[in-house]
């Protein structure tokens, strides 16, 4: 084990969430590690490991947000680990830069928020995502470029989420953190 997965159990083995259900989902990401050497890599079929990222302008009013294709909802940007990827943080900070074509966004290495939910990713099979969520700050007055991964990507005040969206206790996590 390395990468992403030493650092997920190194990461989520100290983060300390104050929510009692943050940190019961906190011991089951850490159950699915032990469990699983391959809990970080999309092959994992129970379920695996993603990284997302908040990502809130520099002032901290606005998140923008991806219209997933798939999944046909405003969501965060991210998704699964790849080799390359050294930390979960990294991933998530690859993640966004992608999705949002911005470069010099700053990443928190520590999580703000965890979810677990079923999906059907890119294997074609059922399986969940366990996503370690961290927060992504972008510099001053960054233009993002949608990607051929989005539908649609945009700002939205923090205060004024879409309507077709389950974001609220994420972005309230991120708002607290920043």
Do not use: Y
């Amino acid at each position: 084990m390395s990468g992403p997965h030493t650092d997920a159990r190194h990461v989520l083995g100290s983060w300390r969430p104050a929510d009692p259900q943050q940190e019961a989902l906190r011991h089951a990401f850490l159950t699915l590690l032990d469990a699983r050497d391959d809990a970080c890599l999309r092959a994992s079929e129970p379920g695996h490991l993603t990284a997302s990222a908040v990502v809130l302008d520099a002032a901290g009013e606005n998140v923008l947000l991806t219209l997933h294709p798939r999944v046909g909802m405003w969501l965060q940007l991210g998704g699964h680990c790849e080799p390359e990827d050294t930390t979960l943080a990294a991933a998530a900070l690859r993640e966004a830069t992608e999705e949002s074509g911005v470069d010099g966004l700053v990443v928190d290495p520590e999580p703000v928020h965890l979810d677990v939910h079923p999906i059907t990713c890119s294997l074609g099979k059922p399986t969940r995502h366990f996503d370690v969520r961290f927060l992504v700050r972008t510099p001053e007055g960054a233009q993002p470029v949608r990607s051929d991964e989005s539908l649609d990507l945009r700002w939205w005040p923090v205060n004024a989420l879409p309507d077709n969206t389950d974001l609220g206790p994420l972005i309230t996590a991120a708002r607290r953190r920043s």
